[in-house]
């Protein structure tokens, strides 16, 4: 769909939505609860019996495969390839001679060297965990991008290039690891410390050992996987002891942790998809470099962290919009992944196809789900069940559902799935990645159509600049002079664009408004800008996640009588108007997360006041941290924070406060009655997460586990159910089959069939395409050969690859690609080999 069909499809349903008599505003559902099984098997029969409507929990293949057929027929199955294996390596110190001192202890570090990290790729078989352990429901996986969604082959065609196969290579592997450790035991450092013998390499006389943190709460999956890759290890003589850690030991010391505390050396991560994505390049930096604060360290100032420094760089051109080209931007992301996949810190393993069960009878019909990520808060806002409530289940081997904290700014907060999966539907954000297209969605900031200027070119030294010249009396915030400056004439901008806000009331009955932005936009460049030594209003960790962010923004303006928005701001993205405009639109929310999150600013303002001020009601010292020495991390769930949260409140009432970033725009009676309305929510509530989206949490209890969302049913609020439902509907493309003949010369005709179906999202039901592009595209070393296929039926196509295309080829096997798409229809990509004889 085009950028104008899409701000014309969101305007038009604004209108409707304000029109039409009897139309319920907010979801289909007016209650959901959230409850917590410890078992998959329980939590699926629960569902099954009615007990439940909906297992919140992607289970794997073997878990579904051992249903009996009375069950199933009960189960609505959305089947997702949304989750994904990892294994994380702690590089310590990452250079020669490869040694850790701890209380005095010297220890040599084997996976410090990138040779023999990198071997960990040819030493697994990742067929062979897909295989037995996930009984073949999921596919090997050598990168971040999940193979087969859109836009992935061209970064797993790198790890084609690097010689990453899904059956690895385990005899290259060890000679590779051998000879790297052989080389490392000559360095005059080592020599005599680090040696050879029989049964395992000897550092000082003892095994070379690495610990293994597993999985122990993922007894059918990671925990297998973990032993597996712990016994391969030991074939290269490197003695594995085996952490049998659950989730939470695993976050504190590997995520939370110090490297250098040399408490682990690999770890079995899980990831869940957290997107439908049609572009990746954001999770390159996220899966690869070190400034996004995914890799070892964290970003932490306070830790040993590994470095990128050229990751650091590719990532953030590509990231921050900074491409003069589509493919320049290609070459930026793809060169970036070449290099994390090089030094081999985070070694991808496999993917699964996850099953998400729901009570068919309980259901009208099939409710949106990601089809990359499976459910998420689309699924609740677009549910409708009979009795208009919704009992959903999400799996916990602990037995909790609030793992981490609600923290509503820092990097780390909300840092679980199961949080996520309930404060997702209390918000709504300005833009979003379809669930179904993964094109950037306007949601409460419309681009106006006709608005959006953009241009770019190179300066003398080589630098992307901005050719949109920028109203001087646009403004911008300074955090150093806590003021809103005008950015003056002679300014220019990559990009430029006005956005209609579309407003409601928050949860808390207090109107949406312009303010909230001019807040928001301000918090950034205050927390993620350091003015001088000893700046209160700046955190390390939130400015190493922001810092890119802050720079894109050159300017606004702020229509205080249309409820508009000019936005001026340099991320260029030459490939979509849509991830141009939609990826750096004006927000409310501040979160560094990461996560589909946001709190009213009277909220935050508090919280910052005492995390600056470093004190409380209650005498605690808080920060955005998880790991900052002597604070505690904010939290507006936890009673302690929330009563000091509601402390500072009535504190900023007495003293009439207005945050310096919007004083002059909001009277002190204004902010105090938006105060005194969220002390009043919270006395209610007894939380502070007050925001905007179709449901509100009504209730929770983290000691019971369990937490209930009723719906938003205020008049202000625009959208219902059947909005979403509606602009959701979308056919599908599956290439089910390449019938690909076994052998194949050079030079010689290929003929290979197709047969592809469609659906119409999100119900499953498949039938033949009818009218569609179909095509096949050959990669070789040179080019990129594409092969129109001829429609032999419906569902049915036929491509011939001429004698003329391979008669200059080398034997061996090439990576070929089936292509379906059609007008208004998700495409579908799926990779194949082809050998050539």
């Known amino acids: 769909m085009s950028f104008k069909r899409v701000c014309f499809w969101v305007l038009c349903l604004l209108v409707l939505s304000s029109t039409v008599f009897a139309a319920e505003k907010g979801p289909f559902l007016d209650r959901v609860y959230f409850d917590v099984r410890m078992q998959q098997d329980i939590g699926i029969q629960d569902v099954a019996a009615g007990k439940s409507d909906i297992f919140y929990y992607g ?196 995520y939370g942790g110090n490297p250098a505390d040399y408490q682990w050396h690999i770890y079995t991560e899980g990831w869940g998809a957290g997107a439908t994505r049609a572009w990746w390049e954001h999770i390159v930096a996220q899966m690869y470099a070190p400034w996004y604060g995914y890799m070892p360290g964290g970003a932490n100032p306070d830790n040993w962290n590994y470095t990128n420094a050229e990751i650091d760089r590719l990532t953030e051109k590509a990231y921050s919009g900074s491409c003069l080209t589509e493919e320049e931007y290609w070459e930026t992301a793809l060169e970036a992944l070449r290099l994390g996949l090089e030094d081999a810190v985070r070694i991808y393993v496999c993917y699964q196809n996850q099953y998400f069960v729901a009570n068919k009878a309980a259901f009208t019909n099939r409710f949106a789900y990601g089809l990359g990520d499976g459910l998420n808060e689309w699924s609740l806002i677009t549910a409708n069940t009979k009795n208009k409530e919704l009992r959903a289940t999400q799996f916990s081997a602990q037995g909790a559902l609030f793992m981490s904290a609600w923290d509503p700014v820092g990097v780390d907060g909300f840092n679980d799935t199961y949080s996520n999966y309930i404060a997702g539907p209390l918000t709504d954000w300005e833009f979003f990645e ?200 904010v939290d507006v769930l936890r009673p302690s924070c929330v009563a000091d949260i509601k402390a500072e409140l009535q504190k900023m009432i007495a003293e009439k406060y207005v945050p310096v970033s919007i004083k002059g725009y909001i009277t002190p009676d204004q902010a105090v009655k938006r105060y005194q309305a969220a002390v009043k929510f919270i006395d209610t509530y007894k939380h502070a997460y007050i925001s905007n989206g179709p449901f509100y949490l009504a209730k929770f209890d983290t000691s019971a586990n369990y937490a209930e969302l009723r719906a938003s049913r205020d008049s202000s609020y625009p959208f219902t159910g059947q909005d979403w439902v509606n602009k959701f509907k979308t056919p599908v493309f599956s290439i089910d089959q390449m019938d690909i003949p076994v052998f194949n010369e050079k030079g010689k005709d290929i003929k290979i069939t197709l047969t592809v179906s469609e659906t119409i999202y999100p119900e499953d039901d498949r039938i033949p395409v009818e009218k569609g592009e179909v095509y096949l595209t050959l990669i070789t070393d040179d080019a990129e050969l594409r092969f129109d296929a001829k429609q032999v039926k419906a569902g049915v196509y036929e491509v011939v690859i001429p004698g003329s295309a391979t008669k200059n080829l080398e034997a061996g096997s090439y990576t070929i690609l089936g292509n379906a798409t059609g007008e208004g229809a998700v495409p579908s990509v799926k990779p194949e080999s082809l050998v050539i004889f």
Request: aromatic share 10%; charged share 25%.
């Open 434 to 633: 379809s669930p179904v297209t993964a094109i950037q969605t306007p949601n409460r900031a419309v681009p106006l159509m006709n608005t959006l200027r953009y241009g770019a070119e190179l300066d003398a030294e080589g630098n992307l600049v901005g050719k949109v010249s920028i109203d001087p009396e646009a403004v911008r915030y300074d955090p150093a002079k806590k003021a809103w400056v005008k950015v003056g004439a002679g300014q220019n901008s990559l990009v430029t664009v006005r956005y209609k806000m579309v407003f409601s009331n928050y949860h808390h009955g207090v109107p949406m408004e312009l303010v909230d932005y001019m807040y928001a936009a301000a918090f950034l460049q205050e927390w993620a800008s350091k003015d001088g030594e000893n700046d209160p209003y700046y955190d390390e960790e939130y400015a190493s996640k922001m810092g890119p962010d802050a720079k894109v923004y050159r300017g606004w303006i702020y229509d205080f009588k249309k409820n508009e928005i000019v936005s001026y701001f340099d991320y260029y993205f030459p490939a979509s108007e849509e991830r141009m405009v939609g990826t750096f639109a004006p927000g409310f929310s501040v979160t560094a997360s990461g996560h589909h999150i946001g709190v009213c600013w009277e909220v935050v303002e508090a919280l910052a006041r005492m995390v600056a001020s470093k004190t409380s009601a209650s005498g605690t010292v808080y920060s955005f941290s998880q790991t900052k020495q002597g604070t505690t991390q």
């Open 59 to 254: 289970v794997d293949g073997p878990a579904i495969q051992g249903l009996d057929r009375a069950t199933l027929d009960k189960l609505e199955i959305y089947s997702i390839p949304s989750g994904s294996w990892s294994l994380l390596l702690n590089p310590i110190p990452n250079e020669a001679p490869y040694t850790v001192t701890v209380d005095g202890k010297e220890y040599f570090n084997p996976f410090a060297i990138r040779e023999v990290r990198f071997a960990i790729n040819h030493l697994i078989n990742r067929q062979y965990i897909v295989d037995e352990i996930l009984g073949g429901a999921g596919g090997a996986m050598m990168t971040m991008a999940t193979p087969g969604q859109p836009g992935t082959y061209r970064y797993n065609l790198i790890a084609s290039k690097l010689g990453l196969t899904p059956e690895g290579d385990e005899e290259r592997a060890l000679q590779e690891i051998k000879a790297a450790l052989t080389a490392a035991a000559n360095l005059p450092a080592l020599k005599g410390k680090l040696k050879e013998g029989k049964d395992w390499w000897t550092f000082n006389g003892e095994p070379v050992t690495v610990k293994f943190a597993i999985r122990v709460d993922d007894p059918e999956g990671r925990a297998k996987e973990g032993e597996y890759v712990a016994q391969q290890i030991e074939k290269a003589k490197i003695k594995v002891e085996r952490l049998m850690w659950d989730r939470a030991k695993s976050n504190n010391e590997v």
